[in-house]
């Protein structure tokens, strides 16, 4: 079974500038979770996505913003991209249902590495 | 506030030797999952621990999950140099909506094996 696929690996931009990253879960598994990584904030959940719907997000600005599609692959968008956003982005996937229920591992891609100059 | 602390933050040691990494909270935890990862690489699942004083062995790994589920540890035997890497803990907090999709993680540990 293939694993979960981040594209594109790397970007550059600009500050002002927005960005579209993409990510296509596991065969079967229909929520999708995004996290920063930062080397000084570590893993930082941005929001999760199930049947299409936001469940979940965590405490990033408003210029955050993602979706899910109905075969289950997520994109994340970044509007007025700012220096600080430079970070590694990951999406994983899980087969999870259930709030804090045991079955909720998740699987990470490779992630993007994007950098705003 | 860090919800899930971890330490060391840094682990520098000797083939053949062993070490143990730590994950603490005040927070009760659903599940607790281990990765481990590699430069410019996402994370790897290496173990999903769920019932309190649960022991799981992955090789020469040794994954425990706390009896009041607040902590786990990694035990690594006999490191060697393929054991380096970022090691990361991450709970699944058991508090409804808020916890749909998230991982909370820890601030994670470089090991280094020297041969």
């Known amino acids: 079974k293939a694993g979960v696929t981040q594209t594109p690996r790397y970007l550059i931009k600009t500050r002002g500038q927005q960005v579209t990253l993409s990510c296509s879960p596991i065969s079967g598994h229909r929520s999708v979770s995004w996290y920063q990584q930062t080397p000084g904030q570590g893993l930082q959940f941005l929001f999760e996505y199930f049947s299409e719907t936001q469940r979940n997000k965590g405490n990033f600005p408003g210029r955050f913003s993602g979706r899910q599609f109905s075969n289950s692959r997520s994109e994340m968008n970044v509007s007025t991209l700012e220096l600080g956003d430079s970070a590694l982005y990951l999406c994983?996937?899980?087969?999870?249902?259930?709030?804090?229920?045991?079955?909720?591992?998740?699987?990470f891609g490779p992630g993007t590495r994007l950098t705003v100059l | 506030t860090q919800l899930l602390e971890q330490s060391p933050q840094f682990l520098s040691i000797q083939e053949g030797e062993n070490l143990t990494v730590y994950c603490n909270s005040s927070s009760v935890f659903s599940s607790l999952q281990w990765y481990r990862q590699e430069p410019g690489e996402g994370p790897v699942l290496l173990v999903t621990?769920?019932?309190?004083?649960e022991v799981k062995k992955l090789k020469r790994l040794t994954f425990q999950f706390g009896d009041a589920r607040k902590d786990s540890s990694l035990h690594i035997t006999a490191a060697q140099p393929g054991d380096t890497g970022l090691y990361l803990c991450?709970?699944?907090?058991?508090?409804?909506?808020?916890?749909?999709?998230?991982?909370?993680f820890g601030q994670g540990t470089i090991l280094t094996v020297h041969p």
């Open positions: 621990v769920v019932t309190g004083g």
């Open positions: 991450a709970g699944a907090l058991h508090a409804g909506g808020t916890s749909y999709g998230k991982l909370t």
């Open positions: 994983a996937s899980s087969l999870a249902r259930l709030a804090g229920g045991p079955y909720n591992e998740q699987f």
